[in-house]
C-alpha cells in the first residue's frame, strides 16, 4: 500500500494529518478509535441491537458485526455459524433433527449451522449469553433479543447517527469465506450488494475485516480507494504456525506468525490499511502471566503503513494480565484494572483497538495526555 494512496481513507477517519504522506515514517498520532467488539459484549449479550446499543452509548466510535449467512441467503450477525452456544435452538424441538456435525476452517463442529435454517426460521430463536459463568448479568437477558441481520444493523447504525448527530462506524468481519465459497453461498458479492444499497455504507467510516486475505483482496479489486474505507487484516497469535483458511486450501504455506515479520506486514499493505493482531501478539506476556516488553511489530506495522488496531480487551480478571488482576475473583469486572491494561497498550503506539466494554475504551483513550 502506497501511503499516498491511502491518504484520504485514513484521513477520514481522524487518524492523520494532512501533512502525512510516503516517505514520511509512521503516522503522526491522533486519537485512537474504540471499536465496540460485538457491540457492547461484556455488558450484553453479543451481536443483538441491545449490545450495539449500549456500544453506541458508551461512546464506540465503531460497532461490530460478524458475517454469517443463512440459507436463504441473507447475511446475518453471529460470531461463527455454529449457533449452538449463543442461541437458545436446543430448546427448539422443531429443530432437532438439524443438529449435525461439520468440519469449519478444520475444525470438526457439533452443533446448529446457519446456513441450514432460512432467515424465518432464525428469526424464532432468541440470543443467549456465550460465557455465562463470566457474565451472568448477560445471562439474565438470555431470551430478550432476536437474531440480528446485517441490513437491519445498517439501518439501525443510520438511526443511531441521526439521533446522536455523530456518525457511527461499522467494522464487519466476513466469517468463514472459504467454508461458505465451499458450499456454493459465497459472502462477498451479497456483501458488496449490501454496501451498494444502502445509503449509509456509502458515507459512514467503514472497516471490513477478516482473517483470510483472498476475500480481502478480491473486495480491494472490487471497491478500490475511497474516503472512509479501510481493509483490516486480522491475524492469530496464539497458535503462530496456524494458516488462514483460503491459504490452506490453496496449498500455500503462509501462517499468522509469517505474516507479522517485516516482510508479511509489508506485504499485507499492498492490499490492506489496518494490522490486527491479538492484543499478546503487541505486548506478550511472560511467565508469570505479566506484561513483557512490547514487542517490535507495531513499529514494523507502522515502517510497513500500516495502522495498529488489536483485539480484544476484556474487563473481567479472568481476562486480565495478573499485573492489573484484582482480588475479586475470574468472574468479577475490574474497570480499573483494564483501563490500566489498555494505556499499556497504547502506551506501545497502538492506533485503536476492540473491546468488549466500549465505556472503559473511551476511559482510557479520553484519559491520554
Known amino acids: 500500500m502506497l501511503r499516498r494512496e491511502a491518504l484520504k481513507a485514513l484521513g477520514a477517519t481522524g487518524l492523520i494529518s494532512a501533512g502525512w ?13 474504540v471499536f465496540g467488539h460485538r457491540g457492547a459484549s461484556a455488558l450484553r449479550p453479543e451481536h443483538t441491537l441491545a449490545s450495539y446499543a449500549k456500544a453506541v452509548a458508551d461512546g464506540a466510535d465503531f460497532i461490530e ?28 424441538p422443531e429443530f432437532s433433527d438439524r443438529k449435525t456435525e461439520k468440519v469449519i476452517d478444520g475444525q470438526r463442529q457439533t452443533g446448529w449451522f446457519v446456513e441450514d435454517f432460512t432467515l424465518a426460521e432464525l428469526k424464532t430463536l432468541r440470543a443467549v449469553e456465550r460465557l455465562p459463568q463470566l457474565r451472568p448479568d448477560n445471562a439474565a437477558l438470555d431470551g430478550r433479543f432476536d437474531l440480528v441481520t446485517w441490513p437491519e444493523m ?24 472459504t467454508y461458505f465459497q465451499s458450499i456454493g453461498m459465497p459472502l462477498e458479492d451479497r456483501f458488496l450488494a449490501t454496501l451498494a444499497a444502502h445509503d449509509y455504507t456509502k458515507r459512514c467510516p467503514l472497516v471490513i475485516q477478516s482473517f483470510e486475505i483472498a476475500n480481502l483482496r478480491y473486495i480491494r479489486s472490487k471497491l478500490g480507494r475511497r474516503d472512509g474505507l479501510q481493509l483490516m487484516q486480522l491475524t492469530s497469535g496464539d497458535v503462530p504456525d496456524l494458516r488462514p483458511a483460503d491459504v490452506v486450501k490453496a496449498g500455500g ?8 515479520t517485516p516482510v508479511g506486514l509489508t506485504e499485507m499493505a499492498s492490499y490492506a490499511d489496518i494490522f490486527a493482531p491479538d492484543t499478546r501478539t503487541i505486548i506478550p506476556l511472560g511467565p508469570d502471566k ?7 511489530v507495531t513499529a514494523d506495522a507502522h515502517k510497513a503503513g500500516l495502522l495498529v488496531m488489536p483485539y480484544t ?13 484484582n482480588g ?16 499499556r497498550y497504547l502506551a506501545a503506539g497502538i ?13 482510557a483513550i479520553d484519559g491520554l495526555a
Request: charged share 25%; proline share 8%; net charge neutral.
Open 351 to 363: 492506533d485503536g483497538f476492540f473491546t468488549d466494554d466500549p465505556g472503559l475504551g473511551r476511559m
Open 21 to 33: 504522506g510516503a516517505g514520511m515514517g509512521a503516522p503522526p498520532r491522533r486519537k485512537p478509535l
Open 328 to 343: 475479586a475473583g475470574d468472574a468479577a469486572r475490574n474497570p480499573e484494572g483494564s483501563v490500566a491494561e489498555m494505556l
Open 313 to 325: 480487551f476484556r474487563p473481567e480478571n479472568y481476562f486480565l494480565a495478573a499485573d492489573f488482576r
Open 253 to 260: 504455506k503462509l501462517t499468522y506468525g509469517g505474516m507479522t
Open 154 to 177: 445498517i439501518d439501525f447504525a443510520a438511526a443511531e447517527s441521526l439521533a446522536r448527530g455523530r456518525t457511527i462506524g461499522l467494522v464487519p468481519e466476513l466469517k468463514h469465506s
Open 65 to 92: 458485526p460478524d458475517l454469517v449467512i443463512s440459507k436463504d441467503g441473507v447475511l446475518i450477525i453471529r460470531h461463527e455459524n455454529n449457533i449452538a452456544g449463543t442461541t437458545d435452538i436446543a430448546k427448539h
Open 290 to 296: 505479566r506484561l513483557a516488553a512490547p514487542s517490535p
